[in-house]
């Protein structure tokens, strides 16, 4: 009888606060008034979701990991089914929260409610940990994204941070508030803020692309070997080694922007996965994040659409 194969290595994302997002299609939409949507989706949701998602379907595996809440997880069952992303979640008693999103073609808009998440007990807390460690035992590279729910610390991707580094693992951190302030402490080697996130980390305001290079550097020479700061439809900006770098999107169609940062963490990741340098790392994230616009969903556009777009992405030295 033959032995038994050893799991390829492969990319973890981390969810601690998945979602499901409801997105309804509401032209002109107004506070205050009657509206009527014309289309409703539900997609599994959640930053590392996301990313897991936009990952999928290439040649190196990708596993999803975190919490589901187990009275709502057949969205979650179902794209993991359907993309061929290895399931580690673990479930608790509970649903998992719903993301209403209110998109508006017409006006260009897009209104979020968020509603409550779960509650982690602690030994819910510590049992992930286990989990995220034992998937570093093969795998090598892991983004860890998302806000935090409730009975989780705010130091839980610092913590995971410091733990993967121990296994070798290359670790994304893309989150916001105490969370990313303790991570960013612990040095993870990418980091990807907005602008916004980028100033509240600082504790200084971003007046323009100047100084939210300068922030950048700043975070880059702490000790994060690549930073990406988005800036919208601006483009986003990599910092890597002392090199920085502006990637301008092309312009598209928006259907909506839900996902798309977590569609540049995506290109990242993968063009880093291929050995690429910073430029060709710009150009893909910058390319997957065009490339969901025009989706409802973490959908990406085919690869000779996603080539169209890589090879219109302007780049310039900053």
Not at 30 to 48: F, Q
Not at 92 to 121: A, Y
Not at 257 to 281: H, I, K, S
Request: net charge neutral.
């Amino acid at each position: 009888m033959s032995a038994p194969s050893t799991p390829r290595p492969g990319v973890v994302t981390v969810t601690l606060n998945a979602a499901i997002d409801q997105t309804l299609d509401v032209p002109g939409f107004a506070a205050g008034a009657v509206n009527r949507a014309v289309a409703e989706t539900r997609t599994a949701g959640g930053k590392g979701i996301n990313v897991a998602a936009f990952l999928s379907g290439a040649t190196t595996p990708v596993t999803a990991t975190g919490f589901l809440g187990e009275e709502n997880t057949a969205v979650f069952d179902a794209l993991f089914r359907r993309r061929g992303i290895r399931d580690r979640c673990l479930r608790l008693p509970g649903r998992s929260r719903v993301n209403i999103k209110l998109v508006d073609r017409e006006g260009r808009s897009v209104t979020d409610i968020n509603l409550p998440g779960l509650h982690v007990p602690a030994e819910s807390w510590r049992g992930l940990l286990t989990v995220v460690d034992d998937l570093a035992i093969i795998n090598r590279t892991f983004v860890l994204s998302g806000s935090v729910p409730a009975g989780v610390p705010d130091t839980a991707y610092a913590e995971m941070v410091t733990a993967l580094h121990r296994r070798g693992a290359f670790v994304v951190v893309d989150a916001s508030g105490p969370p990313l302030r303790h991570a960013v402490a612990a040095r993870p080697d990418m980091v990807k803020p907005n602008a916004a996130e980028l100033a509240e980390l600082l504790g200084r305001p971003l007046k323009d692309r100047a100084e939210v290079v300068r922030a950048a550097r700043e975070l880059s020479e702490s000790g994060i070997a690549l930073v990406v700061v988005s800036l919208g439809a601006e483009g986003a900006v990599f910092v890597e080694g002392g090199r920085a770098l502006l990637a301008v999107p092309p312009s598209v169609e928006v259907a909506s922007t839900v996902g798309a940062g977590d569609a540049m963490v995506a290109g990242v990741v993968a063009a880093r996965l291929e050995g690429l340098g910073l430029e060709d790392c710009a150009r893909r994230g910058t390319a997957f994040a065009a490339g969901t616009l025009s989706r409802l969903g973490p959908e990406l556009p085919p690869p000779e659409r996603l080539a169209e777009l890589m090879r219109a992405v302007r780049t310039e030295e900053l």
